[in-house]
């Protein structure tokens, strides 16, 4: 199915998400490098700004759900697009002013991931309201794509931009690309009207109720766990990984981006399989073997070794779980949208994301003291190990019948 066919005001979305995305992606890592290069901060100071954008933006987007729900959703998408362009854009400036310090970078970052989750909520619910319910599958598929796109090209672009003109620069073409994503949501034409609720204060039990559907509606719920706690542990992986492969193994930093980055072609192909397996095969099925599947590749990265025969193994086992990836989260994403109410959309999808981020941010933790008390490869099997259990989680019952 052609974009066309999906509506013009889809296609606004999908630019504002594509080049915020891109954007991303390209100034990866230019937090830690603006804190190494250019404030000389040590290892302590840059794990802790690794941390904060999570953890405290995860807390700080608490109350920002129920606060999404209750208001109309293009003008939050906008204001939270114009808050990271003006957040973002304060490095650079001071940076060139002579102004930087650490906490500004710390401050910036949790900013950053507060708003982060705000205009997640708001997608998903803008989303649902622009494209017809037979075609969200291929609606989300294409979000997965350009995902994997922006994290395929996106690093390699942002280091050579790095070694060019600093890590700054980087972070101004992020800035810039939240403008242009704030100009493309502008573009959308959806009759909105301001969510009806009986008070006008934010009540306590507004902070919960995202959880509280999420955990009332049994796939749903076997899902939420699934999925954080298999990107909990993928993630907790990723800088054990970088000190096993830049350290111990003595990879060069060009084969370790080439590593990571060449497998995430499997990403695009996996979104473009995704609506036709299900199409082939039913969209339960395909979730079933997919999740399975994706939680088989992680122990393999135990077995990396030296030389051209550890960067093929990298490659290889990224290459099948990202696949994997690329099939499942379209069809869960769809799933998610179709099974969560409109009136509950933003409190569910801000839930599900403060959810994620702190379960990274903390696993990130422990696998970092596991990695010390023991050794790089002995924390990538641990967590190897433990994904196998999460397919327990997928569930069983068909997601059509399924009911809360």
Same mark, same amino acid.
């Given at each position: 199915?052609?974009?066309?066919?999906?509506?013009?005001?889809?296609?606004?979305?999908?630019?504002?998400?594509?080049?915020?995305?891109?954007?991303?992606?390209?100034?990866?890592?230019?937090?830690?490098?603006?804190?190494?290069? *250019?404030?000389?901060? #040590?290892?302590?100071?840059?794990?802790?700004? /690794? +941390?904060? !954008?999570?953890?405290?933006? =995860? %807390? &700080?987007?608490?109350?920002?759900?129920?606060?999404?729900?209750?208001?109309?959703?293009?003008?939050?998408?906008?204001?939270?697009?114009?808050?990271?362009?003006?957040?973002?854009?304060?490095?650079?400036?001071?940076?060139?002013?002579?102004?930087?310090?650490?906490?500004?970078?710390?401050?910036? *970052?949790?900013?950053? #991931?507060?708003?982060?989750?705000?205009?997640? /909520? +708001?997608? !998903?619910?803008?989303?649902? =309201? %622009? &494209?017809?319910?037979?075609?969200?599958?291929?609606?989300?598929?294409?979000?997965?794509?350009?995902?994997?796109?922006?994290?395929?090209?996106?690093?390699?672009?942002?280091?050579?931009?790095?070694?060019?003109?600093?890590?700054?620069?980087?972070?101004?073409?992020?800035?810039?690309?939240?403008?242009?994503?704030?100009?493309?949501?502008?573009?959308?034409?959806?009759?909105?009207?301001?969510?009806?609720?009986?008070?006008?204060?934010?009540?306590?039990?507004?902070?919960?109720?995202?959880?509280?559907?999420?955990?009332?509606?049994?796939?749903?719920?076997?899902?939420?766990?699934?999925?954080?706690?298999?990107?909990?542990?993928?993630?907790?992986?990723?800088?054990?990984?970088?000190?096993?492969?830049?350290?111990?193994?003595?990879?060069?930093?060009?084969?370790?981006?080439?590593?990571?980055?060449?497998?995430?072609?499997?990403?695009?192909?996996?979104?473009?399989?995704?609506?036709?397996?299900?199409?082939?095969?039913?969209?339960?099925?395909?979730?079933?073997?997919?999740?399975?599947?994706?939680?088989?590749?992680?122990?393999?990265?135990?077995?990396?070794?030296?030389?051209?025969?550890?960067?093929?193994?990298?490659?290889?086992?990224?290459?099948?779980?990202?696949?994997?990836?690329?099939?499942?989260?379209?069809?869960?994403?769809?799933?998610?949208?179709?099974?969560?109410?409109?009136?509950?959309?933003?409190?569910?999808?801000?839930?599900?994301?403060?959810?994620?981020?702190?379960?990274?941010?903390?696993?990130?933790?422990?696998?970092?003291?596991?990695?010390?008390?023991?050794?790089?490869?002995?924390?990538?099997?641990?967590?190897?190990?433990?994904?196998?259990?999460?397919?327990?989680?997928?569930?069983?019952?068909?997601?059509?019948?399924?009911?809360?």
């Amino acid at each position: 199915m052609s974009e066309r066919k999906l509506g013009r005001q889809f296609g606004w979305l999908w630019t504002s998400y594509a080049v915020s995305t891109v954007g991303t992606w390209f100034a990866f890592d230019a937090f830690p490098l603006i804190a190494i290069l *250019a404030l000389q901060a #040590g290892p302590g100071q840059v794990s802790l700004l /690794a +941390a904060a !954008g999570l953890a405290v933006g =995860a %807390v &700080v987007a608490v109350p920002l759900g129920p606060w999404v729900e209750f208001r109309r959703k293009v003008p939050v998408m906008v204001g939270m697009d114009l808050l990271r362009f003006a957040a973002l854009l304060s490095i650079p400036v001071a940076y060139w002013a002579g102004w930087l310090g650490f906490w500004q970078l710390v401050a910036v *970052a949790v900013v950053v #991931g507060a708003a982060d989750n705000a205009f997640t /909520a +708001a997608t !998903g619910a803008v989303l649902k =309201a %622009v &494209v017809p319910r037979e075609k969200l599958l291929v609606a989300t598929g294409r979000f997965e794509s350009t995902t994997w796109t922006a994290t395929m090209i996106g690093p390699p672009l942002g280091g050579a931009s790095i070694s060019l003109f600093g890590p700054v620069v980087t972070v101004l073409a992020d800035a810039v690309s939240y403008l242009l994503s704030a100009l493309s949501v502008r573009a959308i034409r959806l009759r909105e009207t301001r969510p009806a609720r009986r008070e006008e204060r934010l009540r306590v039990a507004d902070l919960w109720d995202g959880w509280r559907y999420i955990f009332g509606h049994s796939s749903l719920r076997l899902l939420f766990f699934n999925g954080v706690l298999t990107s909990g542990l993928i993630m907790a992986t990723a800088p054990v990984l970088a000190v096993l492969m830049l350290g111990e193994l003595g990879f060069a930093p060009w084969q370790y981006a080439l590593a990571f980055g060449l497998p995430c072609i499997g990403g695009l192909i996996g979104s473009r399989l995704s609506a036709p397996l299900a199409a082939r095969f039913g969209s339960h099925r395909v979730l079933i073997v997919t999740g399975t599947l994706r939680a088989c590749w992680l122990l393999g990265l135990a077995f990396i070794r030296p030389g051209v025969a550890g960067l093929l193994i990298v490659i290889l086992v990224e290459l099948g779980l990202i696949t994997c990836m690329g099939i499942f989260m379209p069809l869960f994403a769809a799933y998610r949208l179709t099974e969560t109410p409109d009136d509950r959309m933003a409190r569910t999808l801000s839930a599900w994301s403060i959810s994620s981020k702190a379960v990274i941010a903390l696993m990130t933790a422990l696998w970092g003291v596991l990695a010390a008390a023991t050794t790089p490869r002995t924390a990538v099997v641990v967590a190897g190990l433990l994904i196998l259990a999460t397919p327990l989680l997928l569930p069983r019952r068909s997601l059509v019948a399924a009911q809360r």
